[in-house]
């Protein structure tokens, strides 16, 4: 097991040589992972104001209500417009029909500020436009309910990816501010905007740290609301805190808002790294920076600590799910001392992922796309202590002896931050810790 | 296009999913788009099924389109034929790829290979999940057995001797199919009727090319069964049943018919003896069970479980139905039967929102239904018991529970019985309205007697109304296991905390700050976060609790 943790320049302006001595490869072939839509399941609870309209058949409908399942409220934010034969046909015209859906759900719910509509596989075969069907009813809703869309098909989009749509689109939707010519020599202008959607809790712990730091009117994206615009323009400079945000950056970026390249804000390392690239952009003093962070690293390593016994020299294998594989493949690494067998992902963001690239192991095996049968031949190959995978696969793994963490829970827990680091090594010791108490 | 927030039924290759999965050895090819494979959770964590469901995913993308489909199909159904070696393999295509044309059967029967095809056609745009079950389960039958015909093979086997019997419609992700098989082969055997076969719940490719060894055939569940028992009948001339054993008379009625056609005599003394096995009629004439008599109650579901709940409910328990209905059109002429013999309007529909307008009109007492009416009943306030897919993970209990046969009668009678208030309970609450803690407002005793979440405010169709916002309602406490603990916690917890303090002479103060940011913990830990940090700030001799308090403590008792 190689100890050796990179030695990371924060400062450096170029693009680093992603991880050049990694084996990334690529396989095709069956994808156990989610479509874009069930993204819809989280963002319905963190933007409270907006309700998410799938236009699709009946196994949208299904898919969202299943993975939702959970969840025992009394009415959804979200629901389906399902496709029929008439629509098919021609009979009924599908775009009357939308509009007809749409008038009907905002008198219902008149709480609703603003309407996604999401694109999904049966409606994009079709060239069903929503986009125009967003224009048309946004002109007839607009100001009381903006409506926008983004495709969270699966064609188009893998699972976490229906974040990243959605975001963009909401994006897109912000006025550009109007360019400023007034010079601002010493950055006091200078705007810190986080993306991503994160735990309220989360947001909350990060915003003091900031505001220990000396950084103020640090703003998230996206907010607890639809109709709260942050600033972003030429004096904007972001952090990403999720790893598959690429459209969303994309539309920053033409906005003229800079990227702080950074790992994720996962474990000590990550998390102490990503501040230090926010206190560098906003020009905050080192000592004030150390300050601010030292009683919360303290914190999250002694929490992190009580779980390396359990951890330590087990070998972990990723399935490919929504993105967080590298980063959360390498806390437990270089924090917790797991050994990397292989670690699956959907798809690689050179740029995004370039810094947790460089701080993995070298000669980690990733493996990019999937080929579900032999991605399972390989695992057992392996003979993992732990396996990260989807729940479609948890179960079959779990009774033929195979102890796994179930990923979903990864993207529905606060994980990022210093006092949830712990919590974050506490939820890949726990499947351990569980198979010692009741093994037979 | 139809506005859903929730369907009561999947689409048609669901179905043929839940063949597939019921059985031993037959794999299913299915043309998709990538995500698709959420169907795989069904299985394994509804139903916690410990293997993978039996299906292959094309999981193609928007790069693929532009592409050769077909091609990735086919191959597809090359490898899942290699790697799996099933003894037959249904193909077919979900929503989308019925879309783009592929022709998945065509494709697959031109590989001529020696595994037996069977394509289905399930169009998705029309059909749903519980005819997809049961055309897939037709088609692979009546192929299966035309192909042994054809070959002039004989199933492997001798016919039983004595009379026999299949009993065909349980499948994977079926409402307590798994327990009714037991029930219901137990009553059987006890009846002196051999069973073949039981398909396609267990069976393997030859076990279908058995099921013409039988003298006739069991149809516990016609929304699966029907097509396939019809075509039996006119093939091999089998006779089904068409009682469904359900409550104590349900199940009495189905012994009657099976003797009959097994030709076998009736033995009043052997049924007496069978049937002492259910308590449930006696427990419904107990004295004390008059307070059941002429409640009202609202039944949903599947067609076969919502008509024999009727009967059971007017016939067994003396309740009122008030309303009666199905989301299964294929039935609606037998639920409309049904409906009149209690003089109720039947309600035929798959828009939940028409149910809860309905229910919302109607003030029953207990609902009976699907996990959908379980939600409308939380936002009522009315008590629940699911009968009827869809259904949830609580629905498939570890314990043995049928719905069917005598066993199923007493747990009917149970489950029914648990939502609601308790006779001398509601007797007291009656005569003692003033109370400040038992009043209408609370849950029964026995399940925490915590105050219920209230009724909705407008009793009207309120979907009509469009003044009427829709808010989130509290749990109820009968429906919800860990909402009594915490509705509970609040009001105990701040008797402990004065009495501590007065104990102690420490004062602890939480910061405003902190007392905000605990309650950013999620209500079912909040107790435990609470008194960890209080204990933590003790121990450190700390009087006054910050928010830097309450993640020290986190991090000190993390474990």
Known sequence: MNTVIPIQVANKESTPTPGSTHQISQERGQREVFCGLTGIIWLHRKIQDAFFLVVGSRTCAHLVQSAAGVMIFAEPRFGTAIIDDRDLSGIADANEELDRVVNQLLKRRRDIRTLFLVGSCPSEVIKLDLSRAAQRLNAQFNPAVKVLNYSGSGIETTFTQGEDACLASLIESFPVVAHRDEPDPDNAHKKLLIVGTLADVVEDQMQRIFKAMGIHGVEFFPGRNSQHVPEIDERTVYLLAQPFLADTAKRLDARGATRLPAPYPLGVQGTSAWFEAAALAMGVDDAVRDQALLAPRQRAQTATAKHRNLLQGKKIFFFPDSQLEIPLARFLSNELGMQLTEVGVPYIHRQHMAQELELLPPNTVIMEGQHVERQIDRCEAAHPDLVVCGLGLANPLEAKGYTTKWSIELVFTPIQGFDQAGDLAELFSRPLTRKHKIAA | MQLTLWTYEGPPHIGAMRLATSMKDVHYVLHAPQGDTYADLLFTMIERLPRRPPVTYTTFQARDLGGDTAQLFIDAVLQANERFKPNALLVGASCTAELIQDDPGGLALGLHLDTPVIPLDLPAYQRKENWGCAESFYHLVRQLLKRQSANEQQPAGAKPAGPSCNVLGPTALGF??????????????????????????????????????????????????????????????????????????????????????????????????????????????????????????????????????????????????????????EFARDIREAAALYQVKALITDDYLEVEDQIAELHPELILGTQMERHIAKRHGIPCTVISAPMHVQDFPARYAPQMGFEGANVLFDTWVHPLMMGLEEHLLGMFREDFEFNDESAPSHLGGAKKSPAHPSTETHANEPDTVVSPSTPHPSLQVQAPLALQESPSESVNLSGEQKMHELVQVWTHDAELELKKIPFFVRGKAKRNTEKYAKETGVSNITIETLYEAKAHFSR
Request: charged share 20%; glycine share 4%.
């Open chain 2, 176 to 329: 307590r199919h798994r327990d009714d098989v037991i029930e219901i082969s137990r009553l059987l055997k006890d009846l002196g009727i051999h069973v073949n076969v039981i398909a396609p719940l267990n069976a393997s490719v030859s076990d279908i090319e058995r099921l013409p060894l039988a003298d006739f055939n069991v149809v516990l569940y016609p929304e699966t069964a029907h097509t396939v028992a019809s075509w039996l009948e006119r093939e091999y001339k089998q006779p089904f049943t068409k009682c469904i054993p359900i409550g104590h008379r349900g199940t009495i009625a189905f012994i009657r018919e099976v003797l009959a056609l097994a030709h076998l005599p009736v033995n009043e003394a052997l049924i007496d003896t069978l049937s002492e096995r259910s308590h449930a009629s006696w427990y419904a004439a107990s004295v004390d069970s008059t307070y059941l008599t002429n409640k009202r109650v609202f039944i949903f579901g599947d067609a076969s479980h919502a008509i024999a709940a009727a009967r059971v409910a007017h016939e067994e328990m003396g309740f009122q139905v008030v309303g009666l209905g199905t989301y299964s059109r």
